[in-house]
């Protein structure tokens, strides 16, 4: 099945994309890297150490994965927009997560200041792939100003509940002419499945997989769990009967 998934220029053939804030070492977050076939990579810029090859992280990415620094840490649009301008001078590349969140109990993005942030920096030339809540409206302003993609929470980001979101995903998916990658809350590779029968792009994992008994084996699921949900999404799902239907006649073969 030639299928492939093409932002901001550059086709992947990976619709997984991984998270790196919560593996117990770079070295083992590259390993995971590697045996998943993950194409696309997202870490905070906050913890990259461009003076140090040991500790830093972007040492530890494979060649041929697009790295995604996001803006963790950004309160308000001005600093999300500072923080991607410092990561791409400093050699990061130019796309870029934006991550707006002033709600420190539940972690929740703030749209509005997600908008302002994508606005700015798309016009600077930014693959710019906003994490927001999801909203039909500010979803059709981001893709207005500029977004690469419109990244959706499926729940409060590390609680691993699943899709939480669904319906409001969904109407994203139906309504709006980008990608759409469920980021945030996805905790089991059959809501990866699920996400992407939806007709989901693409799906972001980290604490899922990061905080498993076995990373490299959750990130194999993970990744053949996306693999499946978009070969259903493409094959046509069957439509769901409120009543019971035989799969063979039930008369005829009795005389």
């Not at 998934?5 to 790196?20: A, C, N, P």
């Not at 309160?75 to 991550?99: F, L």
């Not at 200041?113 to 302003?141: C, H, R, S």
């Not at 997989?209 to 490299?216: S, Y």
Request: include cysteine; charge should be negative.
């Amino acid at each position: 099945m030639n299928d492939h998934l093409e932002i901001g220029g550059v086709k992947l053939t990976s619709r997984l994309f991984l998270g790196t804030g919560k593996f117990s070492s770079h070295t083992f977050m590259g390993e995971v890297i590697r045996q998943s076939g993950v194409q696309v990579v997202t870490v905070a810029l906050r913890r990259i150490d461009f003076a140090s090859e040991e500790e830093n992280v972007l040492q530890h990415v494979p060649p041929g994965c697009v790295l995604m620094p996001n803006t963790s840490g950004a309160r308000n649009a001005q600093e999300a927009v500072r923080i991607a301008r410092v990561a791409r001078a400093a050699g990061a590349g130019n796309w870029v997560k934006i991550e707006v969140i002033s709600d420190h109990r539940y972690l929740l993005p703030d749209n509005y200041e997600t908008l302002k942030a994508t606005e700015i920096l798309a016009q600077e030339g930014f693959v710019v792939l906003p994490y927001m809540n999801p909203d039909l409206m500010v979803a059709k302003k981001l893709k207005e100003v500029g977004a690469a993609a419109v990244m959706p929470l499926g729940a409060p980001i590390g609680s691993n509940q699943g899709l939480k979101t669904r319906e409001m995903i969904r109407i994203l998916i139906e309504e709006i002419d980008l990608p759409i990658i469920v980021d945030a809350g996805i905790g089991r590779p059959s809501q990866a499945a699920e996400a992407m029968e939806m007709g989901a792009a693409a799906v972001l994992v980290n604490t899922a997989i990061a905080t498993a008994g076995d990373p490299l084996a959750m990130a194999r699921a993970f990744d053949f769990a996306v693999q499946a949900g978009r070969m259903a999404y493409l094959s046509g799902l069957a439509q769901t009967n409120q009543l019971a239907e035989a799969s063979s006649p039930l008369t005829g073969f009795l005389r």
